[in-house]
T-cell receptor, first 114, second 114 residues
Framework: AQTVTQSQPEMSVQEAETVTLSCTYD???????LFWYKQPPSRQMILVIR??????QNATENRFSVNFQKAAKSFSLKISDSQLGDAAMYFC???????????FGTGTRLKVLA | DAGVTQSPTHLIKTRGQHVTLRCSPI?????VSWYQQVLGQGPQFIFQ???????GRGNFPDRFSARQFPNYSSELNVNALLLGDSALYLC?????????????FGSGTRLTVV
């Protein structure tokens, strides 16, 4: 069965600085999708970035980018020029083939310091 | 356009009671998934429905059931509530069940069982 591990329960970053959130996963599938979701206090899960496993190029969305290491089964999120609005819980998610369900990690709480 | 809407936003139930949670997907989205998020954990997959048919079920007891209506809205039903059912219940929608481009989540229903 697939698993997703986020080993950092909480991270802090100074405003305008860069922070990296870690995520590792375990799977025997070769084709899958990975996602980072942000959950602010409003509770709504918001898609930050997605990565297709068959693409070697790392995904980038404005200030957000990933470091996808397929062989190492690692999928970290880098947030550049951190803003106060980035403060939230961040969840790494793996989308299985077939059932299309998401498997989420336990989350990393990101604090942004002014 | 309205996002994914869930109702109610909060409710309190007594052990042994029954509860119905409702979800309206984004207009045009035909797939609805339900997730349970216990405090301090990542969401866990409960069900996925597409075109009114169940496409996937997570590891939840038969007390949990769901259905999707012709307008693609969905209901999640939980019978014989237990204290452990207290959680945030999230609904997510997408045009296709694969959700390759990510799901759009609602803000959830906070269920407290006393």
């Amino acid at each position: 069965a697939q698993t997703v591990t986020q080993s950092q329960p909480e991270m802090s970053v100074q405003e305008a600085e860069t922070v990296t959130l870690s995520c590792t996963y375990d799977t025997s599938e070769s084709d899958y999708y990975l996602f980072w979701y942000k959950q602010p206090p409003s509770r709504q899960m918001i898609l930050v970035i997605r990565q297709e496993a068959y693409k070697q190029q790392n995904a980038t969305e404005n200030r957000f980018s990933v470091n996808f290491q397929k062989a190492a089964k690692s999928f970290s999120l880098k947030i550049s020029d951190s803003q106060l609005g980035d403060a939230a819980m961040y969840f790494c998610a793996y989308r299985t083939s077939g059932t299309y369900k998401y498997i989420f990690g336990t989350g990393t709480r990101l604090k942004v310091l002014a | 356009d309205a996002g994914v809407t869930q109702s109610p936003t909060h409710l309190i139930k007594t052990r042994g009671q029954h509860v119905t949670l409702r979800c309206s997907p984004i207009s045009g989205h035909k797939s609805v998934s339900w997730y349970q998020q216990v405090l301090g954990q990542g969401p866990q997959f409960i069900f996925q429905y597409y075109e009114k048919e169940e496409r996937g079920r997570g590891n939840f007891p038969d007390r949990f059931s769901a259905r999707q209506f012709p307008n693609y809205s969905s209901e999640l039903n939980v019978n014989a509530l237990l204290l452990g059912d207290s959680a945030l219940y999230l609904c997510a929608s997408s045009y296709r069940p694969s959700g390759d481009y990510g799901y759009t989540f609602g803000s959830g229903t906070r269920l407290t069982v006393v």
